[in-house]
């Protein structure tokens, strides 16, 4: 049995699990069993795409079933851009299931997450082995209606069925726009399968039109901007693991589409391809993270924050199509390889904090940030790995995090080399926008952090805190080691992208494993490299002797309380620093123009004791601008046709009769 | 004689929309009966003569059951329900005769350019044919559109369905199936038909088709 059928053989199973958790609606161990199912299902399949990203990975497997499309069939195909894809879905579904084992036994409603968990899995898992148009559609949609199930789940909390519909509205623009995408693909003699496309040359302007309809498609999944919208509504919506499965995975989904298509069936690229992308990219990135500082639930700061690194991706492939144009064929390599490795760090650090969030969630029932405080004392554990999850997703050694964006950036420093100049002037101002990024970034988890981890409670549920069950912090202890040994590893992690790179590109990074003392060099010795076990053990020890240092001289030295205590510490908690108070002067700084920020200060008149009170006021610009009118536009229309429910019969027959006579004098006109 | 065989096919589907016209501008009900009757007539002559020409038995069979059914039966028996109903008397046209010939004739106009345009390699009796044919379609429509009575609003119904059987007559190699099965399909039609105007009129007294937008509680 070849790989590419025990992987259709795990999907299969994954798809019965879902009736079967339907037939077994009333058993109380309903629950663990389809977790554990889905957890072996997915290491299993895990472990099939990892054999075969490090083993055969270049010749490609391919498979047709006698379903789909009745002269064409369901061709499936497992090459090294899905052996990798796949990896990464499944890392991320089996640490998804595990902490389901935990995190489902609190759901109220198990019927409503059991049957469509598994399905989601298989939906993700088929779109990366799909090879003809038809079968990635109808995955794709399937992945998309069962995430859509699994955010209605709780569809009785206030805003969670609007934050429903938008997302349904905007995953079926997007597959509107694949499907148009693939239909310019296929061209008029209807070539659907994948390998007919490749072998097809495609117009200029009809691959630029490709390109726009997959931004439009691809990205509107993955969250770029101005397409995000649904993205921060629908991913907190979900049950926590869900959302972990949605930012961290699916995003991922979308991402395979874009490469897929853009990279492997759209043929030569063209060098402004790579402008847009970049631009799209840059833009999304700090958007994201704007708007992440901005927020007080933690499950939408997430969410937010997710969009921030689909920016990074975007603009590591973007990097790779411009290189790519002008035949450096080497530096595209280093450019796709950041993007795939920040690919496979984000599907590892946010589903972790994902992860982190649902256990705060468990435990005091709070996502609003304000309530919170002071959990590191009640929750060692979570608190312990979230940290780790937050300074891997800030960019700071050693952990993963910091390699993608340093791969990224030193694909940046090689676009002086680029003929054109356009890219020459667009590649560097992306670069500020993306350290721009990075540092909000870093911003915004200190303040996650910081106002939900450390200080002290601000609620009395926050107080009594208990830390959750052992399967949650064995998935989120999981990921926090892997972050950690992709952080300081990450040779290896660029030696398994090599194979992708090769197909994609023609060409790949410089072997790292062989470099010594596990150093990554992405160009060569003289320009830079990087160390990650040095920086690990450097910091390590460094703060080990801080500490020593700080307990040995401050601890048993003589300590005098101060009279006046600053106004600290018996004071109520309230006093302390808020995450409106963190974010303050950034969100004076960029809010003002981004969001409309205003602040307004109601003073008491003279006399009155009453408190005064700060007022913020924020708008949506992009919300207000583009979809808002749209909206409107639909609404307007729809009123107005409205009437044409209650026509009379002979205005319905007249209706008929003009709208058949006029399509007759158009056709009399047109020819 | 070939010049023969195309000036009798175009003549009688030329009467066929000639006889449309009569149907529009005819304001009693019996009288547009009659009229509706002969145009069953012509139709199965028209048919007729194209099974003769095409060398097509089958399609006498449809010209049969064309006279049998449009010509005789469903005539007499919306004769029965008139009488029954007691609206022989009824005079009705919703715009004016002249605006109607002329938006007639703009429309077998219409469908003459279009027609003759999208057919232009085809064999020009079959093109004749389905420009007739389209043309008797549209003049069916515009009398449903104009008229406001129920039972003549089936009549505008019953001449379009006759437009299309000419058209299949016209191409060649229609199977008789298709036709019986068309056949059925109005008969059918005009039963169910039939049996909602009874039912209309036991609500309302009538089979205006205003009054029950009236009882719908539409504003006019």
Known sequence: MSDIHALLLCVAALLATGPLAVALNRWPGATRLCYGATLLLTIAAAAIAAGRLFGD???????????????????????????????????????????????????????????????????????????????????WEFMSLASWVLVMAHHRVDDNARAGYVYIVMASFGTMALLLAFGLLAGPEGGYAFAAMREATHAPWLAALVLILVLLGAGSKAGLAPLHAWLPLAHPAAPSHVSALMSGVMTKVAIYGFIRITFDLLGTPAWWWGVVVLIIGGVTAVLGVLYALMQNDLKRILAY????????????????????????AGAAALALTAALFHVFNHTLFKSLLFFGAGAVLTATGERDMEKL?????????????????????????????????????????????????????????????????????????????????????????????????????????ILALLCLLAGILP????????????????????????????????????????????????ITFSSLLAVAVIHRLASRAVRRAPAWDCGFPDASPALQYTAGSFGQPLRRVFGTMMFRAREEVEMPPPGDTSPARLQVSLRDVIWDTLYAPLANLVLFLAGHLNRLQFLTIRRYLGLVFFSLVSLLVVLALWS | MEGLVFDIAHLLAGSLVLVSFMMLYQDRLYALLNVFAFHAVVLSLSVAWQAYIQDAPHLYVTALIALIFKAII??????????????????????????????????????????????????????????????????????????????SQVVGFMSLENGLILAAAGAKGMPLVVEISVAFSVLIAFIVIGIFLFRIRERFDTVDVQTLDRFRGEKR
């Open chain 1, 57 to 139: 990975a270049a010749t490609p497997l391919t498979i047709t079933l006698p379903l789909g499309l009745p002269w064409l069939g369901a061709l499936f195909r497992l090459d090294a851009l899905s052996a990798f894809f796949l990896l990464v879905i499944n890392l991320g579904a089996a640490a998804a299931s595990l902490y389901g084992l935990g995190y489902g036994r609190h759901e109220h409603t198990p019927h409503r997450v059991l049957p469509f968990f598994p399905a989601f899995l298989a939906g993700m898992n088929l779109v990366t082995m799909a090879d003809d148009a038809f079968c990635f559609l109808l995955s």
């Open chain 1, 305 to 328: 924050s997710t969009i921030e690194n689909i920016g990074f991706i975007f603009v590591g492939l973007g990097l790779a199509l411009a290189f790519a144009a002008n035949n450096m």
């Open chain 1, 491 to 538: 040779g290896f992690v660029i030696d398994g992208l090599a194979p992708v790179t090769q197909y994609m590109v023609g060409a790949r990074m410089p072997a790292q494993a062989s470099v010594p003392w596990l150093s990554i060099v992405p160009i060569a010795e003289s320009r830079s490299s990087y160390n990650g076990i040095l920086v690990f053990i450097f």
């Open chain 1, 373 to 477: 405080g002071g959990l590191i004392h009640r929750m060692p554990m979570t608190a312990l790995f979230v940290l780790v999850g937050c300074v891997a997703i800030s960019a700071l050694p050693p952990f993963n995090g910091f390699v993608s964006e340093w791969l990224t950036l030193q694909a940046i420093l090689l676009s002086l080399g680029l003929p054109q100049w356009g890219l020459k002037i667009a590649v560097p101002a992306i670069g500020g926008l993306l350290a721009l990024a990075a540092t909000l970034a870093a911003a915004c988890f200190v303040r996650l952090y910081g106002i939900t981890f450390l200080g002290r409670p601000r609620t009395a549920i926050a107080a009594e805190a208990r830390d959750v069950d052992l399967w949650s912090r064995a998935a989120m202890g």
């Open chain 2, 74 to 151: 469903i005539p007499l028996s919306l004769h029965r329900i008139i009488a029954r109903l007691g609206i022989h008397r009824e005079i009705e046209t919703v715009v004016g005769v002249v605006p109607t010939m002329l938006a007639g004739m703009g429309l077998v106009a219409l469908s003459l350019v279009v027609m003759l345009r999208a057919t232009a390699e085809a064999d020009p009796l079959a093109r004749e044919d389905l420009a007739f044919a389209l043309s008797v379609l549209l003049l069916g429509l515009l009398m449903m559109v104009t008229r406001r009575n129920a039972v």
